[in-house]
């Protein structure tokens, strides 16, 4: 059941945060600026520097809520269902013995 609810919750999450910042971050481009984000960067109305701002502000604010909502969902599967239901490249490395 836990490799599942990782399956749904460690994929979905990241899905939804990044449909969820890409909306937020449009609405908060287009009050601020009274101009639509650029989304096509071959547009002739829109200049150079605006379309790599828009570029810069839409990659870093999608990669940030993506992370965050990855850290959410493997605390929450590791919470719920233990270590192992994550994959291994999530899981919290193994302490050894040291005598």
Same mark, same amino acid.
């Given at each position: 059941m836990g490799k599942l609810?990782?399956?749904?919750?460690? @994929?979905?999450? !990241?899905i939804a945060a990044t449909f969820v910042?890409? $909306?937020a971050l449009t609405f @908060?481009?287009?009050k601020s600026? $009274? /101009? !639509?984000? !650029? &989304? &096509?960067? @071959? =547009? =002739? =109305?829109?200049?150079m520097s605006e379309a790599l701002a828009w570029t810069i502000v839409s990659g870093v604010g999608v990669a940030v809520? /993506?992370? @965050?909502?990855q850290r959410i969902a493997a605390t929450t599967v590791r919470n719920g269902f233990g270590d192992e239901a994550l !994959?291994? $490249?999530?899981? $919290?490395?193994?302490?050894e013995d040291v005598d």
């Open positions: 609810a990782w399956q749904v919750i460690g @994929v979905g999450a !990241p910042a890409r $909306k @908060v481009w287009e600026t $009274k /101009r !639509p984000a !650029p &989304n &096509n960067p @071959v =547009d =002739d =109305d829109i200049s809520a /993506r992370l @965050v909502a !994959p291994k $490249k999530f899981r $919290k490395p193994l302490e």
